[in-house]
């Protein structure tokens, strides 16, 4: 069975340790797919990029193996992106686009 399917505008959360002490942060998903849409806003893929809370930019690093988007898995509920010093992990995604592995 699949999770839901990440877009511009989804959050994920994390943390930061590029900072005098450990952030948690909010990453919210910024670039996306712009050929392939989930409920109207671009799909987030490996080659997405997210805005964290504390300013950094995060990197999408797993998605699913076998869903692309504009030949980039597709980024999900669940997977993870990179921080300096931290990571995030996508906790909101499309209400009603699922994709598995």
Not at 37 to 56: D, E, K, M, Q, R
Not at 59 to 87: K, M, Y
């Amino acid at each position: 069975m699949g999770v839901p399917v990440g877009r511009i505008g989804d959050i994920g959360v994390g943390t930061c340790s590029a900072h005098d002490s450990t952030k948690s942060v909010v990453v919210t998903i910024a670039t996306g797919a712009t050929t392939v849409f989930t409920n109207n806003l671009g799909t987030a893929t490996l080659v997405s990029v997210g805005l964290s809370s504390c300013g950094h930019v995060a990197s999408v690093i797993t998605t699913s193996a076998t869903v692309l988007a504009e030949n980039a898995g597709v980024h999900r509920v669940g997977d993870t992106g990179q921080l300096p010093g931290g990571t995030y992990t996508l906790s909101q995604g499309s209400p009603n686009v699922l994709a598995g592995d």
